[in-house]
């Protein structure tokens, strides 16, 4: 069981808007703004695409946005592209022994 | 161009060991924090351990699920991050990733850039 709470799958038609949540706790999610999101296509490396709940690195489109409310943090896709089709991982610091934990990750289809 | 390219997977029994390798480039290895992440199969990720960038004492962080079982380390002088696997598990096998911390120095836990991973099948 993962740290932080994802839904597996979510699915939008092309062009519209999602949003997957990442469910945490007051020693996560909650407690520090270090909320970050990677993209992983299958079979490749995970790519970073949200840093500091809200920051896209150099490059990332600004198709993708993120916040933050309490203990849940959110991914926002405007404007769904095929190629958006990966699976999706949000990543907090946590205060604890384990510094750092993941989602369990959410399926993105594009219908 | 940023590359990390990771070597050393295999197939290793329980309780047997392994000595995982990142060759990094295209930038100033020796400043940035570096960490492990792996991946079971058609399964989520997880941190494992990081090593912190020079100037911050050579500081080393490691995921409960390892501690006592491995240990990462890193060599500056060839660019090149490690992780010795010991006592291994079943559930040990995983894709395991280096990955690029944006911090410099101290880890701020962002993986920027990843390798393509190398395999480890616990297994007897």
């Known amino acids: 069981q993962s740290a932080l709470t994802q839904p597996a799958s979510v699915s939008g038609s092309p062009g519209q808007s999602i949003t997957i949540s990442c469910t945490g706790t007051s020693s996560d999610v909650g407690g520090y703004n270090y909320v970050s999101w990677y993209q992983q296509h299958p079979g490749k490396a995970p790519k970073f695409i949200i840093y500091?709940?809200?920051n896209r690195p150099s490059g990332v489109s600004n198709r993708f946005s993120g916040s933050k409310s309490g203990n849940t943090a959110s991914l926002t896709i405007s404007g769904l592209q095929a190629e958006d089709e990966a699976d999706y991982y949000c990543?907090?610091?946590?205060?604890?022994?384990?510094?750092?934990?993941f989602g369990g990750g959410t399926k993105l289809t594009v219908l | 161009e940023v590359q990390l390219v990771e070597s050393g997977g295999g197939l290793v029994q329980p309780g047997g060991s392994l000595r995982l390798s990142c060759a990094a480039s295209g930038f100033t290895f020796s400043i940035y924090a570096m960490s492990w992440v792996r991946q079971a199969p058609g399964k989520g990720l997880e941190w494992v351990s990081g090593?912190?960038?020079?100037?911050?004492?050579?500081?080393?962080y490691y995921a409960d699920s390892v501690k006592g079982r491995f240990t990462i380390s890193r060599d500056d002088s060839k660019n090149t991050l490690y992780l010795q696997l010991n006592s291994l598990r079943a559930e040990d096998t995983a894709l395991y990733y280096c990955a690029k911390d944006l911090g410099s120095s101290w880890p701020v836990y962002y993986f920027d850039y990843w390798g393509q991973g190398t395999l480890v099948t616990v297994s007897s």
């Open positions: 500091d709940v809200t």
């Open positions: 990543s907090s610091y946590t205060g604890s022994s384990s510094y750092v934990v």
């Open positions: 090593f912190s960038g020079s100037g911050s004492g050579g500081s080393t």
